[in-house]
C-alpha cells in the first residue's frame, strides 16, 4: 500500500509528524499569497460547497432526516467532551498508526461511503480513490457508487478499499456484487443495515429529487451481470408498465433527465447513441429495477448467515446504535461493528451515535474492531471517538464538500487536514500513540 504524505519513509519528516508538514506548506504557500484549495475552517468548507453546488446536490449531500435534529445531535455531543492536556511529556515522535483487519495502517481513519458522488465532480469516486491511496487511507466504496467498482479500484490501485452492500431485494445480486467486490480487491464488505427504508428526508421531498430517479448513483448495478438480467427481464413488460404509471409533464427538466438515463443506459445497450438509447427500454427499465430491488424491510439476522457464503471477506455490520444490538452482531459472528445512525439522514431525533460509543465499546470489550462515524467534521473529533473507544473513525460529507470545490485535491487536502489536526491534539494532549489514547484524554463537560 502506498503511504505517501500520511506516512512517509523517510524517519526524519516521519518525526515531524503530518501537522507539522501540513502547517510549513500552507504557510510557505502563502508568502506568495497562495492560500488552501479548499477552506480549513469546516463551518466555511460547508459553505464554499454549498455555494458551489447546486441545490438539489447540496441538500442531498447536506441533508438529514425530518427536523434535522439527529445531525444537530451527532454534532452536539461531540460538544459535551473536553480534550483534557497533559504537558511536559515527550511528544516529539507521533504514531498515528492502528491495526484494523489484520494490517497496520498508518491513521485511524476511513473513507466513509458516499453514493452518488457525480452529483459533486464528474470524477466522482475515481477521484475519492486516488485521493485516499495517497494518503493511505482506506475508502469504503459505496453500493450507491458513479463507477464500477472495478474502474475504482483501476483508478487506485495502491489504495485499500472496503466494499459498503445495500441488502438488495434479490439473494442473486447480492452474492454478485460480493463475489465482484472479493475480486476487485477490496479487504471487506460493510453490510449497511439502516436503509431498509429510504428516510423521511425533507430537503430532497421539498425539491422533488431523488438522483437515483435520474440513473445516477447507480453504476455498480448497471455493471453487474445479474442486474442486467433483471432489466431485460423486466424490459419485456416495460410498455405496460409506462402505460400504468402516471404521465410524466414534458419539461425542459424532464428532458434532460431523460437523455441523462439514456447516457447512462450505454452499459446495458451496448451503444454509445443517445437517440438509440432513448428508443431502448432498457435504459428506462434499469432505474425502475433499481428502485424495486435497491433494498428490503425484509431482512434479519437470520438473512445475515447468507453472506458467510456469498463470500470470504471479513463482514462489518454498519448502523449499529444499539449496546444489544451490537451483542447480537457478535454472537452472528460479525468481524466488526460499525457505529453509525447514517449521519442523521435516516430517523429523525435518533439516538446520537457518540453518546452510545463508550457502552458499545465497554460490552464488546475488544473483540473486534469498532469504527465510528456520524457528526464527525475534524481531527479533534476523531481524537475524541478514538477516546471513548472506537478502533477507526470515518470521515463523510467533508470529504464531499473538498471533492466539489478542487475534485482529487480537494479530497486530499480536507482528508489531509483532518489527520493533522488529529497529529496535533495527540501531541498537545501529552500522548505521543493511538494506541495510547483513552478515556483519560478526556474530561466530561
Known amino acids: 500500500m502506498a503511504h505517501s504524505s500520511a506516512a512517509p519513509e ?19 504557500a502563502g508568502i506568495s499569497g497562495t492560500r488552501p484549495r479548499v477552506p480549513v475552517d469546516t463551518d466555511a468548507l460547508e459553505t464554499a460547497a454549498r455555494k458551489a453546488l447546486s441545490a438539489e446536490a447540496f441538500a442531498y449531500i ?9 445531525v444537530a445531535a451527532n454534532r452536539a455531543a461531540f460538544g459535551r467532551w473536553q480534550v483534557w492536556p497533559r504537558p511536559l511529556r515527550d511528544v516529539s515522535w507521533r504514531d498515528l498508526s492502528i491495526d484494523f483487519l489484520g494490517a497496520r495502517r498508518p491513521t485511524p481513519l476511513l473513507l466513509a461511503p458516499l453514493g ?5 465532480h464528474a470524477d466522482a469516486d475515481l477521484a475519492v480513490a486516488r485521493a485516499a491511496a495517497s494518503l493511505g487511507v482506506p475508502y ?51 453490510v449497511t443495515l439502516d436503509t431498509h427504508l429510504l428516510g423521511w428526508r425533507t430537503r430532497d421531498l421539498d425539491l422533488a429529487y431523488l438522483p437515483f430517479t435520474r440513473a445516477m448513483g447507480i453504476a455498480q448495478y448497471t455493471s453487474d451481470p ?32 431523460g437523455v441523462r438515463i439514456a447516457r447512462k443506459g450505454a452499459v446495458l445497450t451496448g451503444t454509445s447513441s443517445v437517440r438509440e438509447n ?30 458467510r457464503q456469498w463470500t470470504s471477506l471479513p463482514i462489518i455490520l454498519k448502523g449499529i446504535v444499539h ?24 430517523i429523525d431525533q435518533s439516538v446520537p451515535t457518540l453518546e452510545m460509543l463508550p457502552t458499545i465499546a465497554e460490552r464488546v470489550a475488544g473483540r473486534v474492531p469498532i469504527v465510528f462515524d456520524s457528526g464527525v467534521r475534524q481531527g479533534s473529533d476523531v481524537f475524541i471517538a478514538l477516546a471513548l473507544g472506537a478502533t477507526a473513525v470515518a470521515l463523510g460529507r467533508p470529504y464531499s464538500y473538498g471533492l466539489r470545490i478542487a ?6 487536502e480536507v482528508v489531509r487536514n483532518v489527520l493533522a489536526e488529529l497529529d496535533i491534539t495527540l501531541g498537545l494532549s501529552g500522548h505521543s500513540s493511538i494506541v495510547d489514547v483513552g478515556r483519560d484524554a478526556l474530561r466530561s463537560a
Not at 452518488?116 to 459533486?120: D, K
Not at 431502448?280 to 448467515?305: G, I, K, N, Q, Y
Not at 447480537?328 to 442523521?344: K, V
Open 226 to 257: 445479474v442486474f442486467q438480467q433483471l432489466v431485460r427481464e423486466r424490459s419485456r413488460g416495460t410498455d405496460a408498465a409506462a402505460d400504468a404509471a402516471p404521465p410524466v409533464k414534458v419539461t425542459p427538466k424532464a428532458v434532460a433527465a
Open 116 to 120: 452518488v458522488m457525480e452529483i459533486a
Open 323 to 346: 449496546p444489544d444490538d451490537a451483542i447480537r452482531a457478535l454472537d452472528a459472528g460479525a468481524d466488526g461493528i460499525w457505529i453509525s445512525n447514517h449521519g442523521g439522514r435516516q
Open 278 to 307: 432513448l428508443r431502448s427500454p432498457l435504459p428506462r427499465a434499469a432505474v425502475e429495477t433499481f428502485l424495486d430491488v435497491f433494498s428490503t424491510p425484509t431482512l434479519t439476522w437470520d438473512d445475515l448467515a447468507k453472506a
Open 10 to 28: 523517510d524517519p526524519v519528516a516521519a518525526s515531524r509528524g503530518i501537522s507539522r508538514r501540513t502547517q510549513s506548506d500552507i504557510y510557505r
Open 140 to 190: 469504503t466504496l459505496s453500493n450507491q457508487a458513479s463507477f464500477p467498482m472495478e474502474e475504482v479500484a483501476a483508478a487506485g490501485p495502491d489504495g485499500s478499499r472496503l466494499f459498503q452492500l445495500y441488502w438488495s431485494a434479490s439473494d442473486e445480486l447480492n452474492a454478485s456484487l460480493l463475489r465482484r467486490a472479493e475480486a476487485s480487491g477490496c479487504e471487506a464488505v460493510v
Open 407 to 412: 475534485g482529487e485535491t480537494g479530497v486530499r
Open 62 to 70: 447536506a441533508g438529514g432526516a425530518g427536523a434535522e435534529r439527529t
